[in-house]
Nanobody, 125 residues
Framework: QVRLVESGGGAVQPGGSMRLSCAAS????????MGWFRQAPGEERDIVAT????????YYADSVKGRFTISRDNAKNTVDLQMNSLKPEDTAIYYC??????????????????WGQGTQVTVSS
């Protein structure tokens, strides 16, 4: 069983930056993809960014392209999400996930992946 713990959430003003981190432990499979997802109140959980084990293949939702960067350190079993130029619409609970299938559909991650408990990110003036 994979255990994922997120950290780094909080409140920030529009235009600001924030870095989220996720530490994986337990049965961490070295060829698994890692990802960040978010869920705003009353909305579905959506993909934000994913990265394959090799770290040379990433995927970003259109809404965060050019502003967010996902990275992973396989030696430390961590995955980070650097968020710049934050907007109020980025406000959500952010979840870290690990999956044996590097899909771009949230449904696949929900079915096959392991999830953290989430961390709140609030962008407001």
């Amino acid at each position: 069983q994979v255990r994922l713990v997120e950290s780094g959430g909080g409140a920030v003003q529009p235009g600001g930056s924030m870095r989220l981190s996720c530490a994986a432990s337990g049965r961490v499979f070295r060829d698994w993809a890692m990802g960040w997802f978010r869920q705003a109140p009353g909305e579905e959980r959506d993909i934000v960014a994913t990265v394959k084990y090799s770290a040379d293949s990433t995927y970003y939702a259109d809404s965060v392209k050019g502003r967010f960067t996902i990275s992973r350190d396989n030696a430390k079993n961590t995955v980070d999400l650097q968020m710049n130029s934050l907007k109020p619409e980025d406000t959500a609970i952010y979840y870290c996930a690990a999956s044996p299938i590097p899909a771009t559909e949230t449904s696949v991650w929900k079915r096959f992946g392991s999830w953290g408990q989430g961390t709140q990110v609030t962008v407001s003036s």
